[in-house]
């Protein structure tokens, strides 16, 4: 499963974090963590992809750029 790091702008408190990982946590995401200004996590590409999982950030109000590796 390829890793992948989003950074998120705008995760301010406790509750930016939830709604973070609660657009992330779908089929096909392995270990997510989401913390302050990034989530990092593996995804199953034949369930879902990294255009998706940002798109489902921004669609939760928090805009993300995916990158493979670290920030």
């Known amino acids: 499963m390829p890793k992948l790091t989003l950074k998120i702008e705008n995760m301010m408190c406790e509750n930016c974090v939830a709604k973070v990982t609660a657009a992330l946590d779908v089929d096909g995401v392995k270990d997510l963590k989401v913390r302050e200004g990034r989530a990092t ?30 920030f």
């Open 41 to 70: 996590l593996s995804y199953d590409p034949a369930v879902t992809s990294e255009e998706e999982l940002v798109g489902r950030c921004v669609d939760a109000g928090y805009p993300a750029k995916a990158k493979k590796g670290l």
